[in-house]
């Protein structure tokens, strides 16, 4: 191995607070060489991304401290190096990709602007930099580059953005770039692409790439070396595969298993009574179809899954099932009485039946209720339990059936993580003893440690209470650990529907071969071989 | 369609070149307190109006002389005498042009008071001539019979009272008005200025002043700000706070009376003793050199001491708040109640300090054993409580407020004031009413001796009011002028009688 | 999104910052807070005990200069144009000033943003008519409100914040509105909606709680900016007459005695100038403090010089 | 766009509808004219006449019917101080009042854009605290009282300007600065807070990222996207502006629309104020289409 391009030695960051400093790194070391790719795994909070930003010059400080270390570049310490020589060094020599690359690029700006001034920036010629931009663009694999230049970040599509990202951020051919989380709110098969777009263009340049993620499946696919990290320290470093198949850490072993899509696929009770059934469900948004035709049947104690890529109607399928939005045409028969078109007290009955957990449960839960007023208020609007010297104890048996403690009653939401939080969102649904609780991506912002917690809790539920699931997901492997039906949508159609078993041993329509082909496989051996077959076939 | 004007005006306004900061030794610029809305010779009795128009542009057929005694003067008559029945007989000056170039001549009189009298346009001076019918003859150019039924004692010095005006204006306001007097309007800005410019034909003596631009500010403070920093050279009405230079600050009565009007039928204040104790409730002399200018004087009429029939043995009712409280007693005992509450009624901007003066009031009457309080109200509400008919109340009222006769004859204020059937009267007394219609048809010195006995019926047998002050005005005349103000400085401003040092 | 989660300390030992200790913290806006407190104690019991001091007059000895204890320490601000002492009238005039000015806020905060909430929540038809009768209110010029007022319902303190509020309800209004159409799209609120709560509820439960501290901070803010309109139709003649009597009042007749007097009006309008400063620097520490994205600011202020 | 226009058009024009109704029946409950226009001693008959004169003598609603008929026809009615047309007395004031508000404005806004945003920039330093100080102080003062104290200084102590009135460009001065203070104490510091949260979003992030310096930090990436709530503000700052400012106008003899309005309805010269009221709302109307139009042109969201 060569002499390391950049190395950062002893790291220490803390952040303080009014409540006390808070570590949040400690001697971290990592370097990395010309042409490597290395990934930093970790979960949230676990300051996987903050030497990204003290080697960008990105911190905050205040609030942020460099309390130790140093971060080696060319020979120079970019910690002691003034404002101006790093501020130089930025997008000319070291380049940055984010995570949600629409709150990224400046929404008033055409992306021809914001890239050429990658290089206006640093002092080179507008012409030249145009005559780059385009070529980047069109590498990048834009349509249309003359026109996309006079686009602004809105008009293009999550993917195409991360693309416009990369090309800025290789204007001006850096050495090193950082992609922090680049492809984590992109669909699988559009992460795909990125990640071979990453790739190739990292082939061709020789440029080294750090990769910050949380996802194994993209280290699998992508990183040559990977360094975990847990709780602001790294437990772990070393080549992909081997860290993946020779964890030394209990932390990351935790970490490996997590990984969903490995348990034991289920089988529906072909007994089981009928509970919902749609038909013909269409909805229209002016000229978009969200939903066209979609019909679909739930029993007692199934657990059906609808998985699709962003935009494919699942939520509205969801919204309209629960009559937040109301559909065109069609029928949803809830024990025989059709939901679409119940009356408003009918309608109040069933909301009690059928509950909702929500993707993001820093939003679902109103911040400024505490965790007692959140679970009871579905008794008050349904003048339950009125003796309410008794809720208090209902309250903490459903808070320790979620695995949470009596001592959590009376905090509020923030002061919970986000999968404490979802359990209280799910907590808040079991109040009301719902026969069919409907989760809209319900675990897709959370830790694949959580993930794999809160999964196993639903199914507890399901098993014990016989409560059905209607299970939107766009993640393939939690499906795979949950559903016992599965159903693909894709423009708002069903294009496959039946046993989970089925759809992921044999697909049969090209979309969910595509879908499964695209979803990144923890092993960094599977993704080899995929990748393998890809190229050759 | 509307934004070309503003466009258009905007542009002009921004390019107005200022004519106040450059100007000949013998132009002057006078700021007044509030603009004009019309420049209207028969509305020449308003006093923002005749400042600018009275004797300058438009003249009267008589003048009152209010510096020295000479009483009633020719102006553009040149002798005027009774002949019996009511008619007047006024001889007119001759060779007197109008600013137009017209000759002046008796159907210019003639076609003054049409104006007046017609209901095309409502002229102020008409109310002059209430309940009297005047008749025209035109005997020929330069004489003309006037009769009036009734017989009109004073038509002589009702005569300086109506603006003379060509026999070609319109029955409706005009907005250039031709007069005979030494000026003549040659702009109008609204908003911004009025200026007078020296006429070469006039017919009396050349002014000096040969320019006169008019300004308008309504913060008194400014008005001072700007004679003192050079930009103005006459500020008529500053305030006693503003006027500390005694060099360029005069300060005159200006024949304006403040007063408690008391309503004289209500409970409690029907009963004299009642009405006497507020009388004697009040420290007037506290009032002066403090919240009122020094040279305040303290009234014992309605009307100022340069007044037909004024009666020098009154002396106002002393202060003594032990004297008010027995009477107060008194009247309690006798089954008046003395408690009903007493709403001071006065009007903002009224006057300078009305708000210190009423509210010093207040607190004297309530010192005394009074349930008094104060409301300060605005224009329009305080003529509601100031004319007839006036709204109920649970006890009274006293309104305060301001009467202003610069006129010479208490004529024009008496009836109003105290008659039975006089709009903002208080009073309902046979005798009363009496002495004012037998010294209303009187002439002479017959008259004076009806006016004089009646101001002190009022004064001291009834006590029909709590008389305050004669105020004094104060005005800041630049030092290069050559200017005193006057009583008069309040109705009008003559460029006439201002010179240069 | 990762780096601002490690920002927040561990969640599980977590409590809510002791709002006292972060104003502590922020110095200006303690001394802001003392400040204001002080002037409500005033306000309160200003009238009571000091009303006879502060209306008993001297004519002779008016417009007694500052800054001498030679007539007791109420005349240490001086005397005004009838001889009353400053110092007792400035104490006695906090209650109509604060009565007048919370009272507007008050009343155009809960007529605004209840209207703003209903706005928001309902309809387009409904939030049609409600704007719509915002923009009349709006270019309604608010002299001629105070001349209608006064001239048929006469000068009061009710009437005058009658006048005052009627000008702000638009502004609680659109803030309200405005918030309310994003904070009804929230994800809680539809976690309502499913549960199956009442219209009623969703508003008050859910969507006013959060439109709350915009509203308080707004509502601080205007606090001043009342204290001031008050204070200009008293110069125009048609604001709160004597003898009720507010900073505003005593600025606007303190007036002509700029050049003479000047303690006249300094002293009120420093009054003014100082509750608005409070207020001020106390919404601008609300802003941060009720923000958990930027409650750090104050959060850090213990171990660094921000 | 034309569309967008169009019907705020029709909503305007209902709102002045609604509001020439309401300060019509509104402002006759305040007395009679009649009272006001005439001396006290004036007669029962000349007041009658003056009534009659003006058609205010007829019953409310006909009183109504006539003006709204004459107001289809373009025709505001006469003035009833100044016996001339309503709209030219209110025209020409308004000329006043325009470039005034429009000075004053676009004053406030440069010098509230550069110092807020430096601020923020700066925030909790030193400079961010003068401003934010002084900024309050200013904002804080009543407005008359700033201005007679500028006289005093200005134009009696230092002889610097014109104590009043118009004319010159110096008249203009210290109208403007007394006008400008209390709007650039609100801009300054909503452009402070606005620009405070643009500069933690995330595209500054990748900005500093690219390497970008700090001005075109602050005044090309961040100020774009911080202008938009603070154009808002601006909006209703400039309203309150074209609306006249009274105090200023009264103390500065500044013949603009303020004082025109405050004097008409002193006196109740009731065509008056509604001539004013409207052209002000159409004035204000005018500018909301723009503030509109400027969101759009600033943030391409809203215009696609």
């Known amino acids: ?537 | 369609m509307l934004l070309k004007p503003i466009l258009v005006g905007a542009l002009l306004a921004s390019t107005t070149i200022a004519p106040a900061l450059a100007q000949a030794d013998t132009d002057i610029t006078v700021v007044l307190s509030e603009e004009l809305d019309l420049v209207e010779p028969c509305m020449a009795t308003r006093s923002n109006i005749g400042r600018v128009i009275l004797q300058n542009i438009s003249e009267t057929l008589t003048e009152l002389d209010v510096r020295g005694d000479k009483g009633l003067m020719p102006r553009l008559a040149e002798s005027w005498e009774d002949k019996g029945d009511g008619t007047w007989q006024f001889k007119l000056r001759e060779g007197v042009k109008f600013s137009d170039g017209t000759d002046f001549d008796a159907n210019d009189v003639k076609h003054s008071f049409d104006r007046v009298f017609s209901d095309q346009i409502t002229c102020e001076s008409k109310r002059y001539f209430a309940d009297t019918a005047l008749t025209f003859n035109v005997v020929d150019d330069h004489t003309i019979d006037i009769k009036a039924e009734p017989a009109q004692p004073v038509l002589p010095l009702l005569m300086s009272l109506v603006t003379i005006v060509p026999s070609e204006t319109p029955m409706e306001f005009v907005r250039d008005p031709i007069g005979t007097g030494p000026y003549k309007l040659t702009d109008w800005t609204a908003g911004q200025q009025i200026v007078l410019d020296r006429r070469d034909d006039y017919w009396g003596e050349q002014p000096e002043v040969t320019k006169a631009t008019y300004v308008f500010r309504s913060e008194p403070a400014v008005r001072a700000a700007m004679v003192e920093a050079g930009e103005a050279d006459i500020a008529p009405q500053i305030t006693a706070e503003v006027a500390t230079n005694p060099a360029t600050d005069f300060s005159y009565l200006n024949s304006e009376t403040v007063y408690l009007r008391i309503d004289n039928q209500d409970a409690p204040t029907n009963d004299i003793r009642v009405r006497k104790a507020m009388n004697a409730a009040i420290d007037r002399e506290a009032f002066i050199g403090t919240v009122l200018p020094e040279g305040t004087e303290l009234a014992v009429a309605m009307v100022p001491p340069t007044t037909l029939g004024w009666n020098a043995e009154l002396s106002p009712l002393a202060y003594d708040p032990e004297q008010a409280k027995k009477w107060l007693e008194e009247a309690k005992a006798d089954g008046v109640d003395t408690s009903l509450p007493i709403e001071i009624i006065a009007r903002t901007e009224n006057f300078p300090n009305v708000t210190e003066v009423a509210e010093a009031l207040t607190q004297m009457l309530t010192d005394v054993g009074f349930n008094a309080t104060l409301r300060m109200v605005e224009v329009a509400e305080h003529e509601q409580y100031y004319s007839r008919p006036y709204p109920e109340s649970e006890g009274t009222r006293l309104v305060l407020a301001q009467h202003d006769n610069s006129r010479g004859d208490p004529v024009f204020s008496m009836f109003f004031k105290y008659d039975s059937q006089g709009t903002q009267s208080g009073v309902n007394d046979p005798k009363v009413d009496d002495l004012i219609a037998r010294a209303s048809a009187a002439t002479g010195d017959e008259r004076a001796a009806l006016w004089s006995e009646l101001f002190k019926y009022v004064h001291d047998d009834i006590v029909a009011d709590v008389l305050l002050f004669h105020m004094v005005g104060l005005s800041r005349v630049s030092e290069r002028l050559d200017f005193t103000p006057t009583i008069a400085t309040n109705q009008q401003l003559q460029l006439s009688e201002i010179g240069f040092k | 999104m990762a780096d601002l989660s490690i920002a927040k300390p561990a969640p599980e030992t977590a409590r809510g910052p002791n709002l006292f200790s972060m104003l502590w913290r922020d110095k200006l806006a303690f001394v802001a807070a003392v400040v204001l407190l002080l002037i409500v104690l005033f306000a309160l019991f200003g009238p009571s005990l000091l009303g006879d001091l502060a209306t008993k007059q001297n004519l002779r000895g008016r417009n007694f200069p500052p800054f001498s204890f030679e007539r007791g320490w109420e005349f240490f601000l001086g005397g005004d144009s009838l001889g009353r002492p400053m110092l007792a009238r400035m104490i006695v005039a906090a209650h109509s000033t604060i009565l007048i000015a919370a009272g507007t806020v008050l009343s155009a905060m809960v007529v605004g943003a209840g209207l703003g909430l209903v706005a928001g929540y309902m309809g387009k038809t409904t939030s049609q008519v409600i704007m719509r009768l915002a923009d009349v209110i709006m270019s309604f010029p608010s002299l001629l409100i105070a001349v209608v007022v006064l001239y048929v319902l006469g000068p009061s303190i009710p009437n005058m914040i009658l006048v005052l509020a009627i000008t702000r309800i638009p502004i609680y209004l659109r803030t309200t509105r405005a918030e309310v159409l994003e904070v009804r799209e929230r994800m809680f609120v539809q976690a309502a909606t499913v549960m199956g709560a009442s219209h009623a509820r969703i508003i008050l439960r859910h969507i006013l709680p959060v439109v709350a501290p915009t509203l308080v901070t707004i509502a601080t803010l205007d606090f001043a900016f009342v204290m001031l309109a008050e204070s200009s139709l008293s110069f125009l003649g048609i604001g709160v007459q004597p003898p009720d009597i507010t900073w505003g009042l005593m600025v606007a007749q303190g007036r002509p005695y700029l050049n003479t007097a000047w303690w006249l009006a300094f002293w009120p309008g420093l009054m003014i100038v100082i509750t608005a400063l409070s207020l001020n620097l106390l919404s601008n520490w609300m802003r941060v403090a009720l923000d958990p994205a930027q409650r750090w600011r104050l959060e850090t202020r213990k171990t660094k010089n921000v | ?304």
């Open chain 1, 1 to 537: 191995m060569s002499e390391p391009l950049l190395s950062v030695k002893n790291l220490s960051v803390d952040f303080h607070t009014a409540r006390g400093t808070v570590h949040a790194v400690k001697n971290v070391s990592w370097s990395i060489s010309r042409g490597e790719t290395l990934a930093i795994l970790g979960e949230s909070g676990s300051g996987k991304s903050v030497s990204a930003n003290a080697v960008m010059n990105l911190l905050d400080i205040p609030p942020a401290e460099i309390v130790s270390g140093e971060i080696i570049y060319e020979g120079k310490d970019l910690l002691k190096v003034d404002y101006e020589t790093h501020r130089a060094l930025n997008g000319k020599k070291i380049a940055m990709i984010f995570q949600d690359p629409l709150g990224h690029l400046n929404p008033v700006y055409t992306v021809g602007w914001q890239i050429v001034e990658m290089m206006t920036a640093h002092g080179r010629p507008a012409d030249m930099a145009r005559a780059r931009a385009l070529e980047l663009i069109k590498r990048v694999g834009i349509p249309e580059p003359e026109k996309a230049m006079g686009k602004y970040p809105h008009q293009f599509s999550g993917g195409q953005r991360q693309r416009l990202m990369i090309a800025m951020a290789l204007m001006l051919k850096p050495d090193i770039l950082i992609a922090d989380e680049p492809t984590t709110a992109l669909d699988v098969t559009i992460q795909a692409e990125v990640l071979a777009l990453l790739k190739e263009l990292q082939a061709e340049t020789g440029m080294a790439l750090v990769l910050i993620t949380h996802d194994l499946g993209v280290v699998a696919e992508i990183a040559d070396r990977v360094v975990v990290m847990n709780k602001g320290e790294i437990v772990e470093a070393g080549l992909t595969r081997e860290v993946y198949h020779n964890p030394k850490h209990a932390y990351t072993r935790k970490l490996i298993d997590a990984a969903p899509g490995k348990g034991e696929i289920k089988l529906l009770d072909p007994a089981a009574p009928l509970l919902l059934d749609a038909k013909k469900l269409n909805k229209t948004y002016g000229s978009f179809a969200a939903l066209k035709d979609v019909s679909l049947t739930l029993a007692r104690g199934q657990s059906l899954a609808v998985v699709g890529e962003s935009g494919s109607g699942k939520s509205t399928l969801a919204r309209t099932l629960l009559r937040l939005e109301e559909a065109d045409s069609g029928e949803a028969l809830w024990k025989g009485r059709d939901l679409i078109t119940m009356g408003r007290s009918e309608l109040l009955g069933v909301r009690r039946q059928i509950q909702m957990v929500f993707q993001d449960p820093t939003q679902s839960l109103n911040p400024r209720m505490s965790v007692y007023q959140l679970i009871a208020e579905g008794w008050d609007i349904h003048k339950l339990m009125p003796d309410k010297s008794k809720r208090r104890a209902k309250v903490i048996e459903l808070l320790e059936q979620v695995g949470l403690s009596a001592e959590h009653v009376d905090r509020y939401p923030h002061q919970f993580s986000g999968g404490q939080r979802q359990r209280i969102a799910i907590a808040r649904a079991l109040a009301l003893e719902p026969e069919l609780i409907i989760c809209d991506e319900a675990v897709s912002a959370l830790d694949v440690s959580i993930q794999a917690q809160v999964i196993a809790l639903l199914d507890d539920l399901r098993q014990r209470l016989g409560i059905s699931f209607l299970f939107i997901a766009h993640d393939l492997g939690v499906v795979r650990d949950f559903a016992d039906t599965v159903i693909v949508m894709k423009s708002g159609e069903i294009v496959e529907r039946g046993p989970t078993a089925q759809i992921f041993e044999a697909p049969q329509h090209p979309y969910t071969q595509r879908l499964l082909a695209a979803n990144l496989d923890p092993d960094p051996d599977v993704q080899a071989e995929r990748r393998a077959s890809l190229t050759h076939g």
């Open chain 4, 1 to 304: 766009m034309t569309k967008m226009i169009g019907q705020r058009a029709i909503a305007s024009l209902l709102s002045l509808l609604g509001l020439m109704i309401l300060v019509f029946f509104l402002s006759r409950l305040t007395g009679d004219p009649a009272v006001l226009f005439l001396p006290i001693d004036a007669t029962e008959e000349m007041k009658q006449q003056f009534r009659a004169l003006h058609g205010l003598d007829l019953p409310l609603i006909e009183q109504f019917a006539r003006y709204v008929w004459d107001l289809l026809h373009f025709d505001f009615g006469e003035s009833l101080r100044k016996a001339r047309p309503a709209i030219d007395v209110v025209l020409e004031a308004y000329a006043w009042t325009l470039p005034l508000a429009l000075i004053t404005m676009g004053l406030v806004i440069t010098t509230a854009i550069v110092l807020g945003s430096l601020a923020a920039f700066n925030v909790g330093g030193f400079f961010d605290r003068l401003v934010s100080i002084v900024s309050l102080v200013g904002a804080s003062a009543p407005d008359f009282w700033i201005a007679i104290v500028a006289i005093v200084v200005f134009s009696i102590g230092l002889g610097w300007v014109p104590t009043s009135g118009v004319g010159t460009p110096l008249h203009w001065v210290l109208p403007i600065a007394v006008l400008f203070i209390r709007p650039f104490g609100l801009v300054v510091q909503v452009v402070r807070g606005s620009m405070l949260s643009a500069l933690g979003a995330p595209y500054v992030k990748t900005a500093r990222a690219k390497g970008v310096k700090n001005l075109p930090l602050i005044f090309v990436h961040t100020l774009r996207n911080g202008m938009l709530p603070v154009i808002t503000v601006i909006g209703d700052q400039a309203a309150a502006l074209l609306n006249g400012a009274v105090i200023v106008e009264t103390i500065f003899g500044f013949p603009g629309v303020g004082k025109l309005m405050i004097d008409s309805i002193l006196q109740r010269d009731f065509n008056v104020v509604l001539a004013a009221i409207m052209v002000t709302a159409v004035a204000i109307f005018i500018m909301n289409i723009l503030i509109d139009l400027a969101y759009g042109l600033l943030d391409p969201r809203i215009r696609h």
